[in-house]
Antibody, heavy 116, light 112 residues
Framework: QIQLVQSGPELKKPGESLKISCKASGYTFTDYAMQWVKQAPGKGLQYMGWINTQTGKPTYADDFKERFVFSLETSASTAYLQINNLKNEDTATYFC?????????WGQGVMVTVSS | DVVLTQTPPTLSATIGQSVSISCRSSQSLLHSNGNTYLNWLLQRPGQPPQLLIYLVSRLESGVPNRFSGSGSGTDFTLKISGVEAEDLGVYYCVQSTHAPNTFGAGTKLELK
């Protein structure tokens, strides 16, 4: 069955960096792009952008063009989200989702807490 | 960016009641290829979102047929014909016609 399994929760200090993984299984990884979505505590969903899993080309929404990096390890069917120079407002749950429509399969989400 | 306005923000329903959620877009979601990329998601408490409907009215595989979607252009509706307990959560409309994708603010469905 199709699954997206994300890495575990993170607790970081402002200014640090982190890298979240999203491992896909049950389908051919390069057949679908991968998108990333942010959900701040108690808030709605915010689209961060997507990465073409065939070419590795990322596309970022305007709010995520600085400090955020999408990448791939195609041989491992894994997508990554890196956040540099973490800020308190990065505290959120981050989801990966297979980019068919609005996302037909989603990871379980990674809770990231940024606190000094 | 396209703004999606969902109403109501909160919906109280009894089991078996039929309810509707509206999603209005700041611009037409009709793509130049003739498709309208308006989707509906459900996020149950503590869970990731789940795709319910895509292309306005197409039911995702495995989704019960008490869910239906309709609309065109800028006005869209999700209807649940006979709410069940498992339907409780937050519903989001999301468009992928115009980059970047944008989400509505959500409609919380709760038990009356």
């Amino acid at each position: 069955q199709i699954q997206l399994v994300q890495s575990g929760p993170e607790l970081k200090k402002p200014g640090e960096s982190l890298k979240i993984s999203c491992k896909a299984s049950g389908y051919t990884f390069t057949d679908y792009a991968m998108q990333w979505v942010k959900q701040a505590p108690g808030k709605g969903l915010q689209y961060m952008g997507w990465i073409n899993t065939q070419t590795g080309k990322p596309t970022y929404a305007d709010d995520f063009k600085e400090r955020f990096v999408f990448s791939l390890e195609t041989s491992a069917s894994t997508a990554y989200l890196q956040i540099n120079n973490l800020k308190n407002e990065d505290t959120a749950t981050y989801f990966c989702a297979r980019r068919r429509g609005a996302g037909d399969y989603w990871g379980q989400g990674v809770m990231v807490t940024v606190s000094s | 960016d396209v703004v999606l306005t969902q109403t109501p923000p909160t919906l109280s329903a009894t089991i078996g009641q039929s309810v509707s959620i509206s999603c209005r877009s700041s611009q037409s979601l009709l793509h130049s290829n003739g498709n309208t990329y308006l989707n509906w998601l459900l996020q149950r408490p503590g869970q990731p979102p789940q795709l319910l409907i895509y292309l306005v009215s197409r039911l995702e595989s495995g989704v019960p047929n008490r869910f239906s979607g309709s609309g065109s252009g800028t006005d869209f509706t999700l209807k649940i014909s006979g709410v069940e307990a498992e339907d409780l959560g937050v519903y989001y409309c999301v468009q992928s016609t115009h980059a970047p994708n944008t989400f509505g603010a959500g409609t919380k469905l709760e038990l009356k």
